[in-house]
């Protein structure tokens, strides 16, 4: 049994890896000591909870080891197996797990207020019941709206916005009753009140991403991570742990950012993202209207005759990459180039991909070393004095439409200045549109050679007419 | 102890984060201190923000006050991730948040039979405490596992 100060400490000490876990990734250098410390704070917490409040029943003892051993093998077969492929997906699905997860802390807490020591049945503390619904309420919102966005991510159910008439005002109504709840429980206490507020929330999280695009994915992913950060925070404040209010914060702020360097990548506002709408179209040939203009068509041996011959390329990957596989073969072919001696790089543009930095983890899987992989800002200018650029699976963060065409719903998005180049190879699938749904200008350029095949396909015969 | 006005609490508030920002140390234990002493300031260094304050502190404000400044801790050292680990990023923050296992703990750790009301309450709490404990699992197990597989394959130019 520790004492309350002791495991006060303790919970500090987690909460301060915590914070130096996130600091490790500063640099890949030092981010799997950092991840280790963050390992070693999470065993602290739980090692500490079990000897603060260690229960006196052998049959708790056993749920206990049950529940870790149940959890811990089923996460660790899902961290081994899954695709890098399927890391946005994978990211929802466990934003939907800590949603639930403070659902059910809460609702314990609401059944036997004595073991979180906020009160006793009947009398909880007006303060604690109002930290818990907030918890609860962003809980179930993160569950069910991560449960939609993994349903999306993973193609079991359509990238399409699904936009309800009057969904706003749906919405509204939503959270105001949403409100008139929270104060209804802090008044009764009543455990009906408790499970109105978790169905209205679960109907709400729901209907906030049902309309929101495909292409506004990356945010929303960043959005829920936010969300499940200050989830926890709530359920922080009812237990009073600082290991939980310092992770919600950081994990909430977290989230917060990135949903803000997502927007930013894509020239939209937080409020349009959440409003919805955008971007409906699947990868694919069957998108949009296609224009019958003349474009310029190559082959596999072209596309290699090029760029043996180029002294620097830059490839810029997209989500198109992602769904082909092609990132081994397409380092495959980096390293051919290589030892003709031409000088390959890649450009990651913010939002390429379907979140934060997915494009990254896909290139580091191939062998791709990360100072050959560089940030929008820092390789555009590089675009002029590359003779080739070469674009595979990437299309909207690519258009100049965004720069020269106020009309364009992509206007104002910072973009790859491919055009630059001397060369612009586009491997592509077909005509079609991106994601946004906009028609690419690109194509129809004079130093644009478009080689439509699978992407994946068409790097392995570039690789093969390398020789 | 006497009650506070809500200006005296602004004001201990403002002082009491104050203090925080400047003398972290002595603020951590003050804070860690009122926190577990709940509504008994009494002793160590909790008497010192105490008495600068001239009343008791809610240990609601020592929890804001901590919650307030680890927002500022996260902005700094998000933005301070490089760009190429936002992926790793996203999926260690879901570990980390993950440490909401420790309501999951104390709530499976619970006396099962309530002697205070005689209901099922306390059944119940161990039971949504036990879901709780293996979702948090799954995702500390699995957010770390995968956090570090994906770390793992960041490697330099050989040579």
Request: net charge negative; glycine share 8%; aromatic share 8%.
């Given at each position: 049994m520790l004492s309350p100060n002791v495991t006060a400490v303790l919970y500090l000490i987690s909460g301060v890896l915590f914070i130096m876990a996130l600091r490790g990734l500063s640099s890949p250098a030092t981010s799997r000591r950092g991840n280790l410390l963050g390992m070693v704070g999470m065993a602290i917490a739980i090692l500490t909870t079990l000897a603060y409040a260690a229960p006196r029943a052998g049959a708790a003892w056993t749920l206990i080891i049950l529940g870790l051993a149940i959890g811990g093998i089923v996460g660790a077969v899902i961290a081994r197996r899954i695709a890098m492929t399927a890391m946005p997906q994978l990211v929802a699905a466990f934003h939907s797990l800590v949603g639930l997860a403070a659902v059910m802390v809460a609702a314990a807490a609401l059944y036997a207020p004595e073991a979180f020591g906020i009160g006793a049945v009947g009398l909880i503390h007006g303060q604690a019941l109002v930290e818990m619904s907030l918890g609860v309420a962003i809980g179930a919102i993160t569950f069910t709206g991560s449960v939609i966005a993994f349903a999306k991510l993973n193609g079991n159910m359509s990238g399409r916005p699904i936009l309800l008439p009057g969904r706003h005002f749906i919405n509204a109504g939503l959270a105001i009753l949403l409100v008139v709840l929270i104060i209804a429980l802090v008044r009764t206490e009543s455990h009906a009140v408790f499970w109105l507020i978790v169905l209205v929330s679960l109907v709400l999280g729901g209907l906030i991403i049902v309309p929101i695009g495909g292409a506004d994915m990356p945010v929303v992913v960043s959005m829920l991570n936010s969300y499940s950060g200050w989830a926890a925070a709530g359920i922080g404040f009812t237990l009073g742990n600082t290991a939980l209010i310092i992770t919600g914060a950081l994990v909430g702020s977290s989230g917060a950012i990135l949903s803000y360097i997502m927007c930013k990548g894509m020239n939209r506002s937080f409020i349009s993202v959440i409003l919805g709408g955008f971007g409906g179209e699947t990868a694919g040939p069957s998108g949009g209207a296609v224009e019958q203009r003349p474009v310029k068509q190559g082959s596999a041996e072209d596309a290699a005759f090029i760029m043996k011959n180029a002294s620097k390329v830059i490839i810029v990957p997209g989500y198109g990459m992602a769904v082909a596989q092609a990132q081994h073969a397409l380092r495959e072919m980096a390293d051919k180039l290589k030892a003709e001696g031409v000088e390959v790089k890649y450009a990651i543009h913010p939002v390429a991909g379907r979140m934060p930095g997915h494009m990254n983890v896909l290139l580091a899987e191939a062998n791709?070393?990360?100072?050959?992989v560089f940030e929008l800002e820092d390789i555009n200018s590089e675009f002029a004095q590359a003779d080739v650029a070469f674009v595979i699976g990437a299309n909207d963060v690519t258009n100049p439409a965004a720069k020269t065409?106020?009309?364009?719903?992509?206007?104002g998005m910072p973009i790859l200045?491919?055009?630059?180049?001397?060369t612009v190879l586009f491997v592509k699938r077909g005509m079609g549109s991106g994601y946004a749904g906009v028609e690419n200008e690109l194509f129809f350029k004079d130093n644009t050679m478009m080689l439509f095949a699978d992407a994946k396909k068409m790097v392995e015969s570039i690789v093969k007419s390398l020789g | 102890m006497e009650q506070l006005t809500p200006d005296q609490a602004a004001e201990a508030a403002r002082q009491a984060a104050d203090a925080a920002a400047a003398a972290a140390d002595a603020a951590r234990e003050a804070a860690l201190a009122a926190q577990s002493y709940a509504d008994q300031?009494?002793?160590?260094a909790a008497a010192v923000v105490h008495a600068a304050t001239g009343g008791a502190i809610d240990p609601f404000v020592f929890r804001l006050s901590i919650f307030v400044l680890a927002i500022f801790v996260g902005y700094y050292v998000v933005w301070s991730v490089?760009?190429?680990?936002h992926t790793p990023l996203m999926s260690v923050t879901n570990a980390i948040s993950s440490v909401i296992v420790v309501g999951a703990l104390l709530a499976v750790g619970v006396e099962a039979v309530d002697t205070i009301s005689g209901s099922s309450g306390h059944l119940w709490a161990q039971g949504f405490g036990f879901v709780a404990l293996v979702l948090a699992s799954v995702n500390i197990f699995g957010g770390f596992l995968v956090t570090n597989r994906m770390l793992a394959m960041y490697k330099k130019k050989s040579g």
């Open positions: 791709v070393p990360y100072d050959e065409d106020p009309k364009s719903p992509i206007f200045d491919v055009e630059k180049a001397g | 300031v009494a002793d160590g490089t760009p190429a680990l």
